[in-house]
């Protein structure tokens, strides 16, 4: 199965200023169809898990302009342009270009 | 705007049958596919497995040969059994809907139902 692996963990962020969350695969999540199924979920403390990004840059619908996601291949990136109050939470990557899918550990945003 | 309301037994006995359901409210049922993923500490989020409204099914191989999934197209719904159960079982376990088109676009979950798994 594809791992999936997060860095950093924890990302303390002063409000207001930026943050990026790496998404690495341990092999390429290029389907054969030509699109590359990796999403980014948002998880906030009692709230239901919050669909950010599918297919890599693609911001779900009511998804906030400072959420962006990039990368190609097994290297992608979650950026929050300037963190408010309301992005503390753990943020995970999801790949389903293969079965099973498979999710990040997760990384925890929080206010410094 | 869906809903996914998912209710089971939330204390089972090691070597019981975890069964919930995932009711779909609004929404199309046929243009998804159907998940349940779970979440440990120690295991993180899981995927379980997912299921189309014709009752095609995906399972996740580490879990294959205890999960059966199948759906209820007449009220909306789908259901999850996982037999034997251990204490390794113990998890918040979510129902998610992923939109076909967008694999990987979990774009709606339940509200997680925690399953204890204890003598």
């Given amino acids: 199965e594809i791992v999936m692996t997060q860095t950093p963990l924890s990302s303390p962020v ?7 969350i790496s998404c690495r695969s341990s ?9 590359t199924y990796l999403s980014w979920l948002q998880q906030r403390p009692g709230q239901p898990i919050r669909l950010l990004i ?3 840059s693609n911001r779900f619908s009511g998804v906030p302009d400072r959420f962006s996601g990039s990368g190609a291949g097994s290297d992608f990136t ?3 342009s300037r963190v408010e109050a309301e992005d503390v939470g753990v943020y ?9 899918r498979t999710f990040g550990q997760g990384t925890k945003v929080e206010i410094k | 705007q869906v809903q996914l309301q998912q209710w089971g037994a939330g204390l089972l006995k090691p070597s019981e049958t975890l069964s919930l359901i995932c009711a779909v409210y609004g929404g199309s049922f046929s243009d998804y596919y159907w998940s349940w993923i779970r979440q440990s500490p120690g295991r993180g989020l899981e995927w379980i497995g997912e299921i189309n409204h014709r009752g095609g099914t995906n399972y996740n191989p580490s879990l294959k ?13 789908f259901s999850l059994k996982l037999t034997s159960v251990t204490a390794a079982d113990t998890a918040i376990y979510y129902c998610a809907r992923e939109i076909i ?17 204890s003598s």
């Fill in chain 1, 14 to 20: 002063t409000l207001g200023q930026p943050a990026s």
């Fill in chain 1, 27 to 35: 092999q390429s999540l290029v389907h054969s169809d030509g699109n």
């Fill in chain 1, 54 to 56: 599918y297919k890599v």
């Fill in chain 1, 78 to 80: 979650l950026k929050i």
């Fill in chain 1, 92 to 100: 995970y990557c999801v790949q389903a270009t293969q079965f099973p």
């Fill in chain 2, 65 to 77: 040969s205890r999960v059966t999934m199948s759906v209820d197209k007449s009220k909306n719904q």
């Fill in chain 2, 101 to 117: 088109v967008a694999r990987g676009a979990f774009d709606s979950w339940g509200q997680g139902t925690l399953v204890t798994v």
